[in-house]
């Protein structure tokens, strides 16, 4: 059974700096991995797609990257600004009509 | 960008109340919707699968005569939480994935912020 793990559970960290959040996931024979954003008491947003056969992706600030053979992703975000807090969602899929499976979630607060 | 609207955004009823969730997708068709339960600091966890003309596919432990799920058409999935009572108090959250390409990514309702008295 696929596991996901995030860590750290939480991270406060001063506006600008660079930050990494960490997945892990156990089963390395993953379809495709997804970075989402969740707001207090709403969805949750996309973010970034990484296919099983890509090292990463980037949008703007957010630069995601895979490691299947070592079951990680990360996700990179650069020069963080208060609107970034919220909590940080990762899910893989294991196949493509598969189900996806979360993670715990990161809380981020960016500190102005 | 795809985007899934839910509705409604939060309810507040009594117990014993039956309770129906929207989940539509407004620019894409979508043949499978997901449905989801958030509890407060917590992941999600799936609760069903809803198919577009057959029956829901239910994760274990989920009722499937508590949470009725119906997947009439392309775009539009409800889950009918039935005689509601206080432990049913949650976030639900529901989940679209477009019938077109494979390999594209889930999208996701506001979510509907259920409280029963």
């Known amino acids: 059974k696929q596991e996901v793990t995030q860590i750290p559970a939480a991270l406060s960290v001063p506006e600008g700096e660079n930050l990494v959040l960490n997945c892990s996931f156990t089963?390395?024979?993953?379809?495709?991995l997804q970075w989402f954003r969740q707001d207090p008491g709403k969805g949750l947003t996309s973010l970034l797609l990484i296919q099983s056969s890509q090292r990463e992706q980037t949008s703007g600030r957010l630069n995601a990257s895979l490691d299947k053979s070592s079951g990680r992703s990360t996700l990179y975000i650069a020069a963080s600004q208060p609107g970034d807090s919220a909590t940080y969602l990762c899910?893989?899929?294991?196949?493509?009509?598969?189900?996806?499976?979360f993670g715990e979630g990161t809380q981020l607060t960016v500190n102005p | 960008g795809a985007v899934v609207s839910q509705h409604p955004s939060r309810v507040i009823c009594k117990s014993g109340t039956s309770v129906k969730i929207e989940c539509r997708s407004l620019d894409f068709q979508a043949t499978t919707m997901f449905w989801y339960r958030q509890f407060p600091k917590q992941s999600l966890m799936l609760m069903a699968t809803?198919?577009?003309?057959?029956?829901?596919?239910?994760e274990q432990g989920v009722e499937k005569d508590k949470f009725l799920i119906n997947h009439a058409s392309l775009t539009l999935s409800t889950l009918t939480v039935t005689s509601a009572h206080p432990e049913d108090s949650s976030f639900y959250i529901c989940?679209?994935?477009?019938?077109?390409?494979?390999?594209?990514?889930?999208?996701f309702g506001d979510g509907t912020r259920l409280s029963i008295l």
């Open positions: 989940s679209a994935r477009s019938t077109g390409r494979v390999g594209q990514p889930q999208h």
């Open positions: 809803s198919n577009e003309g057959s029956k829901a596919t239910y």
């Open positions: 089963d390395s024979a993953i379809y495709n």
């Open positions: 899910a893989v899929k294991e196949t493509s009509g598969s189900r996806l499976t």
